[in-house]
């Protein structure tokens, strides 16, 4: 028999994409989202519920339509420049949101929950590749509203037997093969669809935030993964935790790290010109260096990515060139 996975934030850029996997996986997505930063167009044919994780009756909802197995939570206010400015709005939507859907979970007797983390919850890192053992002190509002978030889960799996695994995403990056979802947020904040947005003409340059870090060409780096690379790991938690297993938490990334550089040039590789940028300040929030050790999800969970920066770049091109307005 089917399992019903409820996808809260399944409208969104990384649970859209596990949306496609899970029914590919012969599970049954129920997708539920406020739209807010979501888009209707990724929603396919599946079951739908316009709601908000705030709202109990929005959750009273869903979870008396459908006996759910599962839920995945994507749900979440996720830029670190924003929260440096609007710090109440993250601690609301993903402290108290989180907050909400973990009581409407107790309240319908639904103990299973995958929960999309962040390596923003490291902060400044002392050891790179970060492992799972790395101290968890956040440098923005973001990460913190992860970390209060995954500390709530290990309360409520102490004292009510709910079982989750926290998935610490480096940079997710890249689109469906095909083009038929992708990334897209208003306003665009995000480095790869920003690069895009020069190459096709939109913007005249891409800001470069800080050339002084400590890093090879001063630049920020970053691991980025791929959004179905992400998604896969979700339904290996999902198998894992109705195996029977225990709550953990896993790093996501590739283990590689690519400077703001870096990218810029492999987009110009591939779309076959030169990128207009600019050297500016260094973005409030922002660690120097965020390269995740992927072992510990290798080892327990069998996980392995199947994309390389390329093929995250090639996705990403396939999408912003066919869809260069996002979803219209
Ligand atoms: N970045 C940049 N210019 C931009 C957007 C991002 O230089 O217009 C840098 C940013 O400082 C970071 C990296 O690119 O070092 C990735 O940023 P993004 O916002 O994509 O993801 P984040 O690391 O914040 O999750």
Redesign the pocket.
């Known amino acids: 028999m089917t399992k019903y996975i409820l996808v809260a934030g399944g409208a969104g850029y990384i649970g859209s994409h596990a949306v496609r996997k899970l029914k590919l996986e012969g599970y049954t997505p129920v997708v539920f989202d406020n739209l807010s930063t979501g888009h209707i167009q990724s929603v396919e044919e599946e079951i739908f519920f316009e709601g908000d994780v705030r709202n109990e009756s929005d959750l009273d909802l869903v979870f008396s339509s459908y006996k759910i197995d599962a839920v995945m939570h994507f749900c979440a206010n996720?830029?670190?420049?924003e929260s440096m400015e609007k710090p109440e709005l993250y601690f609301d939507n993903n402290v108290m949101g989180g907050l909400q859907l973990l009581k409407s979970m107790l309240k319908h007797n639904v103990k299973y929950i995958i929960f999309s983390s962040?390596?923003?919850t490291y902060g400044e890192p002392e050891i790179v590749p970060i492992t799972e053992k790395e101290k968890q002190l956040p440098t923005n509002p973001y990460g913190e509203s992860k970390l209060m978030f995954e500390k709530m889960l290990k309360w409520f799996d102490i004292c009510h037997g709910f079982k989750s695994v926290c998935l610490r995403y480096?940079?997710?990056?890249g689109a469906d093969d095909e083009g038929v979802i992708g990334e897209d947020h208003n306003p665009e904040?995000?480095?790869?669809?920003?690069?895009f947005q020069v190459a096709n003409g939109q913007r005249d340059y891409?800001?470069?935030?800080?050339a002084d870090?400590p890093t090879p060409d001063g630049?920020?780096?970053?691991d980025y993964i791929h959004v179905y690379d992400l998604a896969k790991a979700h339904i290996l938690a999902l198998k894992y935790l109705f195996a029977g297993n225990d709550s953990d938490a896993f790093n996501l990334g590739s283990g590689d790290g690519y400077s703001?550089h870096e990218?810029i040039a492999n987009v110009e590789k591939q779309v076959g010109h030169p990128i207009g940028k600019k050297m500016?300040d260094?973005?409030a929030?922002?660690?120097a260096v965020?390269i995740g050790s992927s072992e510990k999800i290798r080892e327990k969970l069998g996980w392995e990515p199947s994309y390389n920066l390329e093929n995250i770049i090639k996705t990403a091109n396939k999408w912003h060139s066919t869809n260069p307005d996002g979803y219209v």
């Open positions: 996720s830029l670190v420049g962040t390596c923003a480096f940079n997710a990056s904040s995000h480095l790869i669809p920003i690069v891409i800001s470069v935030f800080g870090y630049t920020c780096v970053r703001v990218i500016t260094r973005r929030g922002d660690p965020l």
